[in-house]
């Protein structure tokens, strides 16, 4: 059998060694599975085989990958302009430095790491080392790829993994440095910023790697009192993008700006910034010390007031905000106190998102003050009226849930569910009929509403 060391780098000769690696591997699995005692040398073979058959895929890939560098490198004259002066290669990254000059960012960057401060072509002394993309040459090799019926991602595949995760770090720190600049450069950092943690993880931990970076990319937003509202909603869709990396979400939170700033967001900007704002709460908050911070924080009533807002745009992020905040007890007490139940109430009596709704009030059900609130505010028809009209279980399970809490403390309200069971029998149906949690708290109801009746005919 051919080793994993001596395969042919030929691609026909490496197709033709893949047939009979998989034919053999074919046999040895077939003998292995059919052969109640196994053998053991089959097995062996049998990983072998496998080893050289991953050996040749990764010499496939090699080879796939470096074809168009190549191509381009040897077969393909390419314009001067889209050659680094440093690599002599074709530019993957195009990068302006201060003397005005264009390099291929790894390379110049790794220029600058080697302690030299002057630029490679001019030999000028550079008044600082800053990185700008250069656009313009980025479209002009794009178009000219397009032209050539090539693929920029492979014919730029010549960079190794140090060199771009070196070029990562370097542009991320060039983009932070640009936080502290002019207007102009802020939005520019920013807009790269949010696409950046967007579609590359790598930066999104890049933030936790260097202790000052999210306070750099916040200071914009939290000075002074006028805010340049298209730079607050990339900065603050940015912090989400960052809060999504589950490493991240415990640093982030205890930053002392990041729960003031998602506050000011929250009551201020475009929706899109509010609504974002209320997806890093909900982010954060997975994590059980989060959610103490942010409900000591008193982030819950700019939450609830957007809620009440009703925008339809940012309601499902405000609901999943205060949803997962609520699960601890003490949040609840806050959120009762901030109106939450009032303006839940209301969603639910227009029919506004009420699987939402229905989810948070079932959860504040567990806190007395929100029960008798409930009760004041019409709850038991509404909820009853929902079980009616609903066709989903998971909803018709939280309205009986909140239902059997409010009959637990107000005796009181078990007169409307006896008239409800009177015209719709509503509750018995749910008994029957619904999923184990809502036949159980159907039943509950009731069990107290014949008891109830039993004592009235005693007496």
């Known amino acids: 059998m051919a080793k994993p060391g001596v395969l042919d780098s030929d691609p026909e000769v490496m197709l033709k060694k893949a047939l009979e690696l998989k034919k053999e591997l074919k046999k040895l699995v077939k003998s292995i599975v059919d052969d109640e005692d196994i053998s053991i040398e089959a097995i062996d073979k049998a990983k072998e085989t496998l080893c050289v058959l991953k050996d040749l895929k990764l010499r496939k890939k090699s080879q796939s990958s470096n074809s168009m560098s190549f191509k381009i490198n040897k077969n393909v004259t390419f314009p001067d302009e889209f050659k680094c002066p440093l690599s002599k290669e074709f530019m993957r990254d195009p990068v302006i430095v201060a003397s005005g000059q264009t390099y291929d960012r790894p390379f110049i960057q790794r220029w600058f790491n080697a302690g030299n401060r002057t630029c490679p072509q001019t030999h000028q002394v550079l008044s600082h080392t800053l990185l700008t993309p250069n656009h313009l040459i980025r479209e002009m090799i794009e178009k000219w790829s397009k032209n050539q019926g090539l693929e920029l991602c492979n014919a730029m595949s010549y960079i190794s993994d140090e060199g771009a995760k070196e070029a ?17 450069d802020q939005k520019e950092a920013a ?15 890049l933030f936790c ?36 990396h589950d490493n991240n979400k415990k640093q982030v939170a205890e930053i002392p700006m990041v729960i003031p700033i998602l506050k000011k967001a929250l009551r201020c900007g475009t929706i899109e910034t509010r609504a974002n ?130 009959c637990l403390y107000d005796r009181s309200k078990l007169r409307e569910i006896k008239e409800e069971e009177n015209s719709h029998r509503t509750i018995s149906e749910l008994a029957k009929s619904g999923t184990s949690r809502a036949k159980r708290k159907a039943s509950g ?13 005693t007496a």
């Open 168 to 184: 990562d770090q370097s542009h991320f720190l060039c983009l932070l440095e640009k936080m502290s600049s002019t207007l102009c």
């Open 191 to 205: 807009k790269q910023l949010r696409l950046l943690t967007k579609k590359h993880p790598c930066f999104r931990v």
């Open 209 to 244: 790697d260097f202790e000052h970076a999210i306070p750099q990319l916040l200071k914009p937003i939290c000075e002074g009192d006028s805010i340049n509202h298209e730079l607050q909603e990339d900065v603050i869709t940015t912090l989400l993008n960052i809060s999504i």
């Open 277 to 406: 704002a209320a997806a890093t709460l909900f982010t954060l908050s997975a994590l059980d010390s989060n959610k103490e911070l942010i409900g000591k924080s008193n982030a819950l009533k700019p939450l609830i007031d957007l809620l009440e807002e009703g925008n339809p745009l940012a309601m499902k992020d405000v609901a999943s905000a205060i949803f997962t905040l609520c699960m601890m007890h003490d949040n609840k007490a806050i959120a009762v106190k901030d109106g939450a139940v009032r303006v839940i109430m209301a969603k639910m009596k227009n029919r506004v998102h009420v699987d939402e709704s229905l989810a948070i009030l079932a959860l504040l059900s567990t806190h007395q003050k929100a029960v008798l609130e409930m009760a004041e505010l019409g709850a038991v028809p509404c909820l009853l009226s929902i079980m009616r009209e609903s066709s989903c279980e998971r909803n018709k399970e939280n309205c009986v849930a909140i239902l059997q809490t409010i």
């Open 445 to 457: 109801i009731l069990e107290r509403l014949h008891r109830v009746v039993n004592i009235t005919h």
